[in-house]
C-alpha cells in the first residue's frame, strides 16, 4: 500500500477504525493535559498514578499500531493487518481509566 486506502481495498475498514481511534485518543489526550494544567494551578486533583499507567498503555497501544500501519503503507506487496483495537475508556471525571 504505497498511499491511502480507498473504498473496496482489503484493510480499508480497519484503516478508517484506526483514525477513529486516533481522533478519540487525541481528545484523551488533550483532557489529560488540561487535567495536568488544572491541577498544577490547584483547580483539580491531580492524575493518579494508575490511570496514568493505564493511559501510557493505551498510547503505546496507538503508537505501535500507527507503526504497523507505516510499515504496511512502505511494503506495498504487504496485506493490511490491524492490532486489535486498545479500549479507549474514560472514567466518570473524564481522566483516562484502566482498560478492562
Do not use: H, I
Not at 478519540?24 to 486533583?45: F, H, I, P
Not at 493511559?55 to 506487496?77: G, K, Y
Request: cysteine-free; overall charge negative.
Amino acid at each position: 500500500m504505497s498511499g491511502y486506502l480507498v473504498p473496496g481495498d482489503e484493510g480499508f475498514y480497519d484503516d478508517n477504525q484506526f483514525m477513529a481511534d486516533l481522533a478519540a485518543l487525541n481528545g484523551q489526550l488533550s483532557r489529560y493535559v488540561l487535567r495536568l494544567l488544572d491541577a498544577d494551578a490547584k483547580q483539580a486533583e491531580p492524575v493518579s498514578a494508575s490511570d496514568e499507567w493505564a493511559f501510557a498503555e493505551t498510547l503505546q497501544a496507538m503508537a505501535d499500531r500507527l507503526q504497523q500501519r507505516a510499515e504496511r503503507r512502505a511494503a506495498p506487496d504487504t496485506p493490511p493487518a490491524l492490532e486489535e483495537n486498545p479500549t479507549l475508556r474514560r472514567s466518570s471525571n473524564g481522566r483516562p481509566s484502566e482498560r478492562g
